[in-house]
């Protein structure tokens, strides 16, 4: 079975500052996808970035990258130039590509950020 | 992107009745959504994959009794909590698929349910 591992429970940063968030995960799968979502205290969930496996290249979304390591399992989030709406909690998550419509998105456990003035 | 709607937002009952939360796409036709639950500081805990026009499939441990799904529409999903108790207060969410080869999930606003 799938599973995705978020090590860091909390994190801090300055505004204006980089912060990286680490997320590795565990899949026999050759293809799948992997999310960042992020969850502000609306706990409105909302998809930061998303990465196909199949793509070398790292995903960039404006102030936010991942590195995506494959061989290595590990797709980790830098947020850039990090503002004060970007404290929120912050999950990893994984999807399989195979089984279409009803495949499933595995969360890790989260990581709360908080943005210091 | 794709806008997903829950109602109610937020639900207080009794224990003993039940409680339904709906789950709406509004732009788009959605032949598969999930539900999740969420407890305070924790993940989200996926209990059920609803599709349209068929019986729901759940999760295990989940009981399908107690929290009956339905999909009756490409728009509607329905989670309705059976004989709620106070353990089954929580924070309910649904997911929306737009399309089965981007993998992309949007997901709606969540629903805070307190069972007294």
């Known amino acids: 079975a799938q599973t995705v591992t978020q090590s860091q429970p909390e994190m801090s940063v300055q505004e204006a500052e980089t912060v990286t968030l680490s997320c590795t995960y565990d899949t026999s799968e050759s293809d799948y996808y992997l999310f960042w979502y992020k969850q502000p205290p609306s706990r409105q969930m909302i998809l930061v970035i998303r990465q196909e496996a199949y793509k070398q290249q790292n995903a960039t979304e404006n102030r936010f990258s991942v590195n995506f390591q494959k061989a290595a399992k590990s797709f980790s989030l830098k947020i850039s130039d990090s503002q004060l709406g970007d404290a929120a909690m912050y999950f990893c998550?994984?999807?399989?590509?195979?089984?279409?419509?009803?495949?499933?998105?595995?969360f890790g456990t989260g990581t709360l950020l908080a943005v210091q003035p | 992107g794709a806008v997903v709607s829950q109602h109610p937002s937020w639900v207080i009952c009794k224990s003993g009745t039940s409680v339904k939360i709906e789950c709406r796409s509004l732009d788009f036709q959605a032949t598969t959504m999930f539900w999740y639950r969420q407890f305070p500081k924790q993940s989200l805990m996926l209990m059920a994959t609803?599709?349209?026009?068929?019986?729901?499939?759940?999760e295990q441990g989940v009981e399908k009794d107690k929290f009956l799904i339905n999909h009756a529409s490409l728009t509607l999903s329905t989670l309705t909590v059976t004989s709620a108790h106070p353990e089954d207060s929580s924070f309910y969410i649904c997911?929306?698929?737009?399309?089965?080869?981007?993998?992309?999930?949007?997901f709606g606003e969540g629903s805070r349910l307190t069972v007294l």
């Open positions: 998550a994984y999807m399989g590509s195979y089984g279409g419509a009803t495949n499933k998105l595995i």
């Open positions: 609803s599709n349209e026009g068929s019986k729901a499939t759940y």
């Open positions: 997911s929306a698929r737009v399309s089965a080869n981007t993998g992309e999930l949007f």
